[in-house]
């Protein structure tokens, strides 16, 4: 009986756990704040244009909580994919690294304000010196800068702007956060209120079928 039980409130337990996925869009930039001069001294120089945006999206193992202020959430994500219309950031890529992500939400847990930074090293040996790309979502995308200062292995803590000026930039303003529900794989059909009513309908059944042959025993 304790076994069906458990079984029971597992289903239920199971129905209310999913991934979310949040999509962001932000506007066009007004005008990038700084083009790198040519001809490009080293790294990879591209620049920014009033076409380009800041898009993209990430998975968190499950919906963010309600009325955050400002709070970092990297724990709760388990994937990401931005692009500032020059650099494509994916959580797989390599070699990136999510810096932080910081969030506000509504009371119904919406994405109000974000304040997440992703950098891509533009080689595959991260050091002091190294060029890297970088992402502020909602604030500004940032192009061959200069690392100048490195925290945990691969992070990027510190950067600068070298004499060649082959840095480019372009302020960001606010966008706009949606989030979208993803189906997960579960052995219990929990999007069908039908199914999961009979799956723990069963349960109940063989709990109740338990006891009666336990009660007849005796």
Known sequence: MKKALVLLAAV???????????????????????D???????????????AMRQT???TTNQPLPPNLN????SSYISGYSFSDGVTQYISSGIPQRLLYAY???DAAGNITDSDIVIIRWQTANP???????????NQGSFSNEVCAGMGNPGMCTAT????????????????GW????????????VGNPFALLLTATGLLGLALRGRRELLLER
């Open 12 to 34: 239920f337990l199971q129905a209310g756990a999913w991934a979310l996925t949040y999509t962001y869009t932000g506007p066009t930039y007004n005008s990038p704040t700084h």
């Open 160 to 175: 600068t702007e070298d004499t060649s000026t082959s840095y480019a930039f372009a302020q960001a303003s606010n966008g």
């Open 103 to 105: 969030v506000t939400t």
């Open 70 to 73: 400002h709070v970092e959430v």
């Open 127 to 137: 050091q002091i010196g190294g060029r890297i790309d970088h992402i502020a979502v």
């Open 36 to 50: 790198f001069t040519a001809p490009c001294a080293a790294g990879t120089c591209t620049n920014f244009t009033t």
């Open 178 to 189: 949606t989030p979208i529900a993803l189906p997960t794989a579960q052995s219990v059909p």
């Open 56 to 58: 993209g999206s990430m």
